[in-house]
Structure formats: C-alpha cells, structure tokens
C-alpha cells in the first residue's frame, strides 16, 4: 500500500528528529549485554519470555571484550556494561569470567543481574563462587567510576514474577559472599524489588536476625545496609510488572532518546540495537560484516536508518 503525502511527511520529520537526536539528544550510553535467552526458571510474566525451553546460546566472549575495549575509547560512553539474560549464569561460566573481568580491568561499572536460583546447587554454587574468585583476584583497591566496589550484583527478589523461594535464595548468596573476605569486600549485592513485596523483604532479609543485616538506613527508595563486610542495598520503589515485547505503535519508536542515557542492547544472535520505553528493543542491526566488526559511525548509521524503516512501516500500518 503507498504512502499518503501526509505519511510521507511525518515519517520524514520522523527522521529529520532521530538524526539530530542521535547526534545531540543524549548525553550518556551504556552497554547492555543480554548474555543468554535461556533460563533455569520460566516465569509467567518474564520481561524476555526466557525459560530452559529457549536456545542454548550466548554472546561470544570475544564479542563481548570487542565492544568493552572499543567503546571505552568512544565519546560519550559511560563507562558501564551490565550483563544479564535469561541467566547469565547457565552460559559458559569461563566465558562470563572473561567479560566481568575485562570490564573491571578496564575501570568500568560492572553489573551482573542474575535471579540467583542457582545457589538451591550446591554443585552450581561452588561453580559461581570459584569463578567470582577468579574474576575478583586482582580487584583489591579497585573502585567503579561511582566510588563502589568493583563488582555489582543484582539478585531480583519478589513473589510477583520470581518463585518467593527467591528471597531464600538471596539470603544464602548474602550469607556465603559475607563469609569469603574477599568476595564481601569486593562485591556489591543489589537486591531489586517490587513495592508489592516489600513484607517479604523486610521480614525475611532486613529484619531477619538469622542473617544478621546491620545498619540499616533508608535513602531516595533505597534501604542500604551491611551483612559483615558485604555491602548491600535494596531497591523496593518496584515499578510496573511487564514483558518485554515487540514495538506496537510508532510513539514507542520516539522513546528512544526521551531518556538522556542511552542503552545499547548486544544480543547472542549478533544484532545490536537501542532501548526503548519499557526495555522495548528497537533499531537492531547485524554488528559484525562477515568476521569484521562494524565502528560505532557505521552502527549509528545502520541503526538510525532501521529505526527509520520500523517507524515506516508502522506508519503504513496505521500505528
């Protein structure tokens, strides 16, 4: 079906809009790793619809490294690489090793979330602390661009989307990392939360004597306290519960850059793509031609032109 003169038009002012906004509209970017579609649990309302049942994938190594290395010497870019999933913990743990280590090398604020459903394995368990080990071995003295210990963890804990065994999960994660001095000095727990389940929270984490949670005090929705030398916070300001799916309206396209920080998702399937409203994934192009990987000028242009060809195409659609 053509394109009416007043579609023309606005997709038009659409991409006149996405281009300066892609030169000038943010002032921070960040690296989104999604490690692994596949998952040890299937919740009903996971934002990536991860379960055991998806594809035993992940993002190279190598891949990973590429990006951490070439874009710490890019302009704008914040420094920070968050690797997540599914759960990043079912992929090569050697492989993930690599990655939270070359962005610690690096200077970079590191975040792992995971849903920390492995610690039920002790066999699993012994796996994750060795290889935490490994990637903590020279971080002594190390501080994050925030100030931080150089290692962030964040462990969701809830009875919304996650199983509620999850807090008993967290307690044995808190509980063990405080007992290994190295790891406890080195390594931020961040617990995220939903306000529905902050009871939950508070009877069987906070104030849970068995745990032994110290000095706990309350900031801008953030309760911080200590478990020994671990530190650790808890956000339970929650937010509202939903899945990541495709772009449905040519609105959502322009969510892109509403936020002043901007995410650059990497993908195990070798796209690379942008962030939208509600961790929507837009604008995903291939990031490699053949073996050779593409510079940050040729991504921006691919990325800029398919976000422009999605919002045609909605547009033609009437959305």
Same mark, same amino acid.
């Given at each position: 079906?053509?394109?009416?003169?007043?579609?023309?038009?606005?997709?038009?002012?659409?991409?006149?809009?996405?281009?300066?906004?892609?030169?000038?509209?943010?002032?921070?970017?960040?690296?989104?790793?999604?490690?692994?579609?596949?998952?040890?649990?299937?919740?009903?309302?996971?934002?990536?619809?991860?379960?055991?049942?998806?594809?035993?994938?992940?993002?190279?190594?190598?891949?990973?490294?590429?990006?951490?290395?070439?874009?710490?010497?890019?302009?704008?870019?914040?420094?920070?690489?968050?690797?997540?999933?599914?759960?990043?913990?079912?992929?090569?743990?050697?492989?993930?090793?690599?990655?939270?280590?070359?962005?610690?090398? %690096?200077?970079?604020?590191?975040?792992?979330?995971?849903?920390?459903?492995?610690?039920?394995?002790?066999?699993?368990?012994?796996?994750?602390?060795?290889?935490?080990?490994?990637?903590?071995?020279?971080?002594?003295?190390?501080?994050?661009?925030?100030?931080?210990?150089?290692?962030?963890?964040?462990?969701?804990?809830?009875?919304?989307?996650?199983?509620?065994?999850?807090?008993?999960?967290? %307690?044995?994660?808190?509980?063990?990392?405080?007992?290994?001095?190295?790891?406890?000095? %080195?390594?931020?727990?961040?617990?995220?939360?939903?306000?529905?389940?902050? %009871?939950?929270?508070?009877?069987?984490?906070?104030?849970?004597?068995?745990?032994?949670?110290?000095?706990?005090?309350?900031?801008?929705?953030?309760?911080?306290?200590?478990?020994?030398?671990?530190?650790?916070?808890?956000?339970?300001?929650?937010?509202?519960?939903?899945?990541? *799916?495709?772009?449905?309206?040519?609105?959502?396209?322009?969510?892109?850059?509403?936020?002043?920080?901007?995410?650059?998702?990497?993908?195990?399937?070798?796209?690379?793509?942008?962030?939208?409203?509600? *961790?929507?994934?837009?604008?995903?192009?291939?990031?490699?031609?053949?073996?050779?990987?593409?510079?940050?000028?040729?991504?921006?242009?691919?990325?800029?032109?398919?976000?422009?060809?999605?919002?045609?195409?909605?547009?033609?659609?009437?959305?």
């Amino acid at each position: 079906m053509s394109l009416t003169d007043k579609q023309r038009a606005d997709i038009n002012s659409f991409k006149e809009r996405m281009t300066y906004a892609f030169y000038n509209a943010w002032d921070k970017m960040g690296l989104h790793f999604y490690m692994t579609y596949r998952c040890n649990l299937a919740c009903p309302l996971c934002y990536m619809q991860a379960s055991p049942k998806r594809p035993i994938d992940h993002i190279p190594a190598a891949d990973a490294v590429h990006f951490i290395n070439y874009f710490n010497n890019v302009p704008g870019y914040a420094k920070v690489i968050c690797c997540s999933g599914g759960e990043p913990l079912m992929m090569p743990l050697n492989e993930l090793e690599v990655v939270l280590r070359t962005g610690i090398e %690096n200077g970079l604020f590191v975040a792992l979330k995971t849903n920390g459903f492995w610690a039920k394995s002790n066999f699993k368990s012994e796996q994750v602390y060795n290889m935490l080990s490994s990637v903590l071995r020279d971080a002594d003295g190390r501080k994050n661009p925030s100030g931080d210990r150089p290692l962030q963890i964040d462990i969701s804990v809830d009875d919304v989307i996650h199983p509620k065994e999850s807090v008993d999960c967290f %307690n044995e994660i808190a509980t063990r990392i405080s007992n290994d001095k190295k790891l406890a000095n %080195n390594i931020h727990l961040y617990l995220m939360s939903f306000a529905q389940s902050t %009871n939950l929270v508070c009877d069987k984490i906070i104030f849970n004597k068995k745990i032994g949670a110290s000095n706990p005090r309350h900031a801008g929705g953030i309760t911080k306290f200590e478990v020994g030398d671990l530190a650790v916070s808890a956000d339970l300001r929650g937010g509202s519960v939903y899945q990541i *799916g495709p772009i449905k309206s040519s609105r959502e396209l322009e969510t892109v850059f509403e936020d002043k920080f901007l995410w650059l998702i990497v993908h195990p399937n070798g796209m690379i793509g942008l962030e939208a409203d509600q *961790g929507k994934n837009c604008a995903m192009v291939p990031y490699k031609i053949g073996e050779q990987y593409k510079d940050w000028a040729t991504l921006r242009t691919d990325m800029l032109n398919q976000l422009v060809a999605e919002y045609t195409e909605l547009v033609r659609q009437g959305r």
